[in-house]
């Protein structure tokens, strides 16, 4: 264990939390409102894809990030029309936009420009890093300290009195699922980032352990940010003690691979803290 | 209340016309995408054969998906109870020879399967832990885990990531052979499967308690009914049948299990069930369809459409039959 090691190993727990970070406060938004939101993975596989897609074909990193925020915003206002004006099941509208992130990214990849051949011009990670950081302290100021964060939190805690309070759960969740878009959106873009070019699936199921941090946080900012970087800690202790020995053992790689995942099912079996949804949740 | 109104019409047209605008935008005619998904999954006897040979696996994980659907839960670990259920059909396979291995390969498919899901059921049921979120871990964890049995312990001399091919006495047989046309006997045990569920669900006392679980859980807990244990059983019974699709995958088509083996029959299973409404037999057509589009959109790749096609599809078909039919379900009340 040298230093150089456990810098290492702090780079890299930054690097694979800060993606989970900016997801799961985009799903925070989402779900406080009481919009269920298994559709994180799609809006960020979309941004990732739309930002190499205009990166590549205008050059420029700015278009690219204003066009990739831009597309999951879209993507995630379809949740809330789907769920809102059709008043389809949260889950099975979720999981339309995956399939529909799923094809379409491939299908644009594949058919304007080969993308995944080419860099996409994207900006530095450390400027997600940065982003991340203000996001958590400004949503955990908002939610707590502010009247539109009153609003959103009694929207996804009981949307029938917010309804006599005077509030329109509605538009609230419309307003709440744009900030999801972007914080989705910007998170698909730092794995974009991260990669430099386009590959098919590549949020790899990040959507969902960073729905899964945010469940294990409570719904809560702070809480949830402690649940990504943890899992980020998995992910980079997966990586740079894949294939030593451990007490004696070869731990074969596939074992490190399952690790965060099962760590997040014993999370969810509530031993690492109370289960406790906003009570709105998927509700009318 | 009518059946459906405009906005159900205008979402229907809308989401159409987008996958026309995707096509044209790759430069195909709508039209003549939609002859060639035709001509491609029931144009000849080999579209047939392999349209057929997809829907057996869709059918039998989508009426496990249904199921679990049927009791308010959504299984979306179809994928991983069935990539379990299929090593685990394989290796009873590969040590037990004739009949005999048949039968306890789909055993072993239908336990391993079903055991895959129950920490989901007991999880939802005395955790309060969204079953949507443990089914995808454990998706995950299923897949690293044949991954790293298929490429270790199991993996055939040779090869790097697959399994020794089961005997012969074990494959489920062919019914009816006009090369290249099979009809191997698993789709028939599916459709006798679909029957089984059927009465399952209007028959016994579980399939009505499932049944009102998912209709309304509060409701049916006042009525006496163990709404927890319910939860379980659904799960349960949810991953067995997607574990036994694993198992069948591997007796009548494969012969033996690889990294790649199931081609998202989990997730497709899903669409099945959702399209199927709200009966059993509704997962025939369901699953044919599913079967076809997968087939075709195989195909359509020689006109230049990439195969996200497939995936647009789904969503489209799913965004556009859910909205219709939370229509129906409302205007009962």
Not at chain 1, 145 to 165: E, F, I, W, Y
Not at chain 2, 37 to 42: K, Y
Not at chain 2, 171 to 199: D, H, K, Q, T
Not at chain 2, 228 to 244: C, E, H, I
Request: glycine content about 12%.
């Amino acid at each position: 264990m040298t230093d150089a090691w456990v810098w290492l190993l702090v780079v890299n727990t930054v690097t694979l939390s800060s993606p989970l970070v900016l997801a799961a406060l985009g799903g925070l938004c989402s779900e406080r409102s009481g919009v269920i939101n298994i559709a994180l993975e799609g809006l960020m596989l979309t941004a990732a894809c739309v930002t190499a897609t205009v990166g590549v074909v205008t050059g420029s990193a700015l278009l690219g990030l204003a066009a990739g925020v831009g597309a999951a915003i879209v993507m995630s206002l379809l949740h809330a029309l789907l769920t809102q004006a059709f008043s389809i099941d949260h889950i099975v509208s979720g999981m339309a936009i995956n399939a529909l992130a799923i094809g379409g990214t491939n299908f644009l990849a594949k058919s304007l420009a080969d993308v995944s051949q080419e860099k996409a011009p994207v900006f530095d990670v450390k400027l997600y890093w940065a982003l991340a950081i203000v996001a958590v302290v400004w949503i955990a100021f908002y939610l707590g300290r502010t009247r539109g964060g009153l609003h959103l939190t009694a929207v996804g805690n009981d949307p029938d009195k917010s309804r006599q309070m005077g509030l329109d759960p509605v538009k609230v969740r419309y307003l709440a699922l744009v900030g999801t878009g972007v914080l989705a959106g910007l998170a698909g873009t730092l794995i974009l980032s991260n990669a430099q070019s386009f590959s098919d699936g590549m949020t790899g199921g990040r959507g969902f352990i960073a729905l899964a941090a945010l469940i294990l946080g409570g719904w809560r900012p702070w809480h949830a940010l402690g649940a990504c970087v943890l899992f980020g800690l998995f992910s980079a202790l997966q990586i740079q003690l894949q294939g030593q020995p451990i007490l004696g053992l070869d731990v074969p790689s596939d074992a490190w691979t399952a690790l965060p995942y099962l760590v997040t099912i014993i999370a969810l079996a509530g031993f690492l803290g109370r289960n406790r949804p906003p009570s709105g949740l998927g509700r009318p | 209340m009518k059946a459906f109104g405009w906005k159900q019409v205008a979402l229907t047209v809308a989401a159409f016309g987008f996958v026309a605008l995707t096509l044209i935008a790759v430069g195909v005619m709508p039209g003549e995408a939609a002859m060639e998904l035709v001509r491609g999954s029931m144009g000849t006897k080999n579209a047939w054969n392999e349209t057929l040979k997809l829907t057996t696996p869709l059918l039998i994980a989508g009426l496990a998906v249904f199921i679990a659907l049927r009791a308010g839960l959504f299984n979306i670990g179809a994928e991983g109870q069935l990539l379990v259920g299929g090593l685990c059909g394989t290796v009873v396979a590969l040590n037990v020879e004739g009949v005999l291995g048949t039968v306890l390969a789909c055993l072993a498919g239908l336990v391993a399967g079903g055991l895959w899901a129950l920490p989901a059921g007991l999880i939802k049921a005395y955790r309060n832990g969204h079953e949507v979120i443990t089914t995808i871990m454990l998706n995950n964890i299923a897949a690293a885990l044949v991954a790293g049995l298929v490429a270790g312990p199991l993996r055939q001399e040779g090869m790097s990531t697959s399994t020794e091919v089961v005997a012969e006495s074990t494959w489920l047989p062919s019914l009816y052979e006009n090369v290249p046309f099979r009809l191997n006997i698993a789709l028939v045990g599916a459709l006798l499967l679909v029957w089984g569920v059927a009465v399952w669900i209007k028959r016994t006392v579980a399939g009505y308690e499932l049944s009102a679980t998912g209709a309304n859980p509060k409701a049916a807990a006042t009525a006496g009914v163990e709404v927890k244990r319910v939860t379980v059983r659904a799960m349960t019974v949810s991953g067995a049948l997607s574990g036994l699709a694993g198992a069948v995958q591997v007796l009548a088509y494969e012969h033996n299990f690889y990294v790649g083996f199931s081609s998202g029959f989990g997730f497709d299973a899903l669409g099945v069930a959702l399209l199927a409404g709200g009966s059993p037999w509704g997962a025939i057509p369901s699953a044919l369809l599913f079967g076809a589009l997968s087939k075709g959109t195989t195909s359509i790749q020689v006109l230049g459409v990439p195969k996200g096609l497939s995936g647009i599809l789904l969503g489209v078909i799913i965004i556009v039959f859910a909205a219709y039919r939370y229509r129906r379900v409302k205007s009962h009340d």
